[in-house]
């Protein structure tokens, strides 16, 4: 329990920080498509997603690295040998980061992507600092959670935010077109860099040269060529078949819609699960190095089911909300961008729990299972992009993604199903999917009768209503979680009273149908 609750502080500091991170980031998108309109934001989308992508060829697997053996040494009680570790990936990074940027000036004087016009190179070495920053940024944050310190990026983003909603107001006030945001994106990523690696500083352990164990050594190379690999193969199948797709056969708008609905879908992912997220590699690697694959495995079971509680309602308060949401925050221009929304988002919830499963094959060095899915999901990936997006444009690009996430989470299960069975409640899964689908239709029906742009407020509550409480019906959550809600209330003064009772109500008949 007190691991649980020493996890739980940590989910809750960086939640924290990601609502309000969230926040910002949702009202700066809104303002930047607002301020430019569709074609030009489409355009800002595409190097967003560039500087994305660059930023993931530039760590590629180090982050992943640096996070499972730095945690996994503390485990085992060896701090010098995790400082000997952060060293050496950080200078890899380094070395890294100059290839890519080579690469990419190279890419740019051959291509001269259309879309920067006559400010191409002007962006083009905006996009190169704002990459280096962030790429460096990313590591120094895996290092920290390593470590189980989550205060600095938790500062950083928070601060970082403000700043560059500062910024964008200022642009929009201006009228300042597509390089000024650019800009602004790239002091975003250079602040992020500077306000981390001072808190940094104040909160964890420095790192120096010095020699790694032979055996670990070993490991980290072989975890590092084949997750070098598998990150890669993730960027090309993370929307790259999409939006490269879109950008080529369709145009700038319909890049742009796509890019509203990967940034509302990733920002509802990351406002319910962050927390869980961000924690559950560093737990998942120490209990690794104390127990082995066992307590691996329990902490897979666990974090599979809050994975698949939090997805259901993503998918549900997204469907049901969708339309009057998008309608209200961006207006009428956008409003084609909606089912390309609501697809995203639910597939997505239902996806979630694939975040847990990932985990596991990381911390049980089984990366030849994931190279092998993740391989698998991009060949389907391209199959479906190269057959679908030149003829339906939009609508295609969505296809696309729901037919790849889909055929993922199937050959996922598959794998994860023959090394860790028990980690997968089936049956508790289907009965919360049972409640999931009822508390999306009544949802959907209520907020449908609500007239106006608030009927997102009206759906949502409905769903919420009947999804929390049926939730504890049908016997989802154990009594060591319903123990732990109670200690959580515990801290939350009047607020925690009133919530502590409602839990004792709905826990009630959970213990009266209990066996």
Not at 226 to 248: G, M, P, R, Y
Not at 463 to 472: D, E, G, I
Request: proline content about 4%; aromatic content about 10%.
């Amino acid at each position: 329990m007190n691991r649980r609750m020493a996890a739980l502080r940590s989910m809750a500091l960086v939640s924290a920080s990601t609502y309000v991170e969230y926040a910002l980031g949702l009202f700066i998108s809104v303002w930047i498509a607002r301020a430019l309109g569709p074609a030009d934001f489409g355009r800002y989308a595409f190097t967003v997603w560039l500087c994305g992508w660059l930023m993931t060829c530039s760590n590629h697997a180090l982050t992943t690295s640096s996070t499972k053996f730095i945690a996994e040494a503390y485990g085992a009680g060896s701090p010098d040998v995790a400082s000997h570790i952060s060293f050496r990936l950080a200078r890899n990074q380094a070395w890294s980061c100059a290839v890519v940027i080579a690469l990419f000036f190279l890419g740019v004087a051959i291509i001269r992507p259309q879309e920067w016009g006559s400010v191409m190179l002007p962006i083009t070495v905006l996009v190169a600092i704002g990459v280096v920053a962030k790429s460096n940024y990313s590591l120094w944050v895996a290092i920290s959670k390593g470590q189980e310190k989550f205060e600095p990026v938790s500062i950083a983003t928070v601060i970082s935010g403000v700043i560059m909603l500062a910024l964008v107001v200022i642009a929009s006030v201006l009228h300042a077109g597509l390089m000024a945001f650019v800009g602004i994106f790239t002091i975003s990523c250079l602040t992020l860099n500077l306000i981390n690696r001072m808190a940094y500083r104040r909160y964890c352990q420095p790192f120096g040269p010095g020699e790694v164990p032979p055996e670990m050594s070993r490991r980290l190379t072989r975890h590092l060529r084949l997750t070098a690999v598998l990150i890669l193969l993730l960027a090309l199948k993370s929307n790259t078949v999409e939006v490269f797709l879109l950008n080529t056969y369709a145009n700038s708008t319909a890049v742009g819609f796509f890019a509203i609905a990967g940034t509302l879908t990733r920002g509802a992912v990351e406002l319910f699960s962050v927390g869980l997220t961000s924690t559950l590699l560093p737990y998942m690697a120490r209990a690794f190095g104390q127990s082995g694959q066992a307590q691996a495995t329990r902490v897979l079971s666990e974090a599979t089911r809050f994975y698949w509680a939090t997805g259901l309602m993503i998918a549900g308060l997204g469907f049901v909300t969708t339309p009057s949401l998008v309608t209200l925050m961006y207006g009428n221009k956008y409003v084609a961008a909606i089912p390309a929304i609501e697809v995203t988002l639910v597939l997505a919830g239902l996806l979630l729990m694939t975040n847990s499963i990932a985990a596991f094959q990381v911390v049980t060095d089984r990366q030849g299972d994931r190279l092998r899915i993740s391989g698998s999901a991009l060949v389907i990936n391209l199959i479906l992009g190269f057959s679908l997006i030149p003829h339906f444009g939009l609508l295609g690009a969505v296809l696309c993604y729901a037919g790849t996430r889909l055929a993922e989470l199937v050959i996922c299960t598959i794998y994860i199903r023959r090394v860790a069975s028990a980690g997968l409640p089936v049956a508790l899964m289907a009965r919360l999917f049972v409640v999931g689908l009822v508390a999306t239709g009544a949802g959907w029906l209520v907020a449908e009768v609500t007239p106006g742009h608030l009927a997102f407020v009206t759906g949502g509550v409905v769903f919420t209503a009947v999804f929390l409480p049926a939730s504890f019906f049908v016997r989802y959550w154990s009594e060591e979680d319903c123990r732990l809600m109670g200690m959580i209330t515990d801290k939350l003064g009047p607020l925690g009273r009133v919530a502590k009772r409602v839990l004792g109500v709905l826990q009630g008949p959970v213990q009266r149908m209990a066996p």
